[in-house]
């Protein structure tokens, strides 16, 4: 069965700074690979998702994340942070081969400081 | 309807209460899923359903915890006896395959 590490549960980062927030899965099987976001006090958002082609995905508010399937990681980044990017972080992977369940990391919680 | 619905958005409830969390999922989503997330934690599996197979309830913490889905739509999540332990938002998501959509949550807080 499938499994996701978010190995920082607390990133502090100043305003402008660059973030990197580090996801890696393990799986028997190719899998699709998700980023969502849930800031303070509402509901998950997806963020960006991997399904096939480019590696490298581009999502809302400037986030990216690249897939790399030799090392079963799926990290996220962003170049230049704002106060507006607080929120708590989930990385997410289902496996392609029967539509399986979604299967969620711990979370990662990013606050950035003025 | 546009989006996965929850019902209530908040529910407080005195220890030893039965409760019920509704969902309603995106229509034509064949997944649903129950997550629960307490303060300043993660999210915890609790049940998934997939079309008409048997539900995956391996995330349900006792048997205190239930949950059925009536038709493929909506879904009820019941908490029988509840315990203060058991105060955390209860999240719904539904899917059509890969994607989760989810609801804005219920706050169940046990007195």
């Known amino acids: 069965a499938q499994s996701v590490t978010q190995l920082d549960s607390q990133v502090p980062v100043f305003e402008e700074a660059p973030v990197e927030l580090r996801c890696n899965y393990s799986?028997?099987?190719?899998?699709?690979l998700f980023w969502y976001v849930q800031y303070p006090n509402q509901g998950l958002q997806l963020l960006l998702k991997?399904?096939?082609?480019?590696?490298l995905v581009k999502g809302i508010n400037g986030f990216e994340a690249e897939f790399n399937k030799s090392q079963t990681s799926f990290h996220l980044r962003k170049p230049s942070v704002h106060i507006s990017d607080t929120a708590e972080y989930f990385c997410?992977?289902?496996?392609?081969?029967?539509?399986?369940?979604?299967?969620f990391g711990p979370g990662t919680s990013l606050s950035v400081i003025p | 309807g546009a989006g996965v619905s929850q019902s209530p958005s908040n529910k407080v409830t005195e220890k030893g209460k039965d409760v019920e969390l509704r969902c309603d999922p995106i229509?034509?989503?064949?997944?649903l899923y129950w997550y629960r997330q307490s303060l300043g934690q993660g999210l915890e599996f609790l049940i998934y359903?997939?079309?008409?197979?048997?539900?995956?309830k391996s995330g349900l913490p006792s048997d205190r915890f239930s949950a059925e889905r009536t038709g493929g739509s909506v879904s009820t999540l019941t908490i029988q006896r509840t315990q203060q332990e058991d105060s955390a938002v209860y999240l719904c998501?539904?899917?059509?395959?890969?994607?989760?959509?989810f609801g804005q949550g219920t706050r169940l807080t046990v007195v």
């Open positions: 229509s034509g989503h064949t997944a």
């Open positions: 799986s028997s099987v190719s899998v699709y």
């Open positions: 997410a992977v289902s496996e392609r081969t029967s539509y399986d369940k979604v299967i």
């Open positions: 991997y399904l096939s082609g480019s590696t």
């Open positions: 998501a539904s899917s059509l395959g890969f994607e989760a959509f």
């Open positions: 359903f997939q079309g008409n197979s048997a539900p995956d």
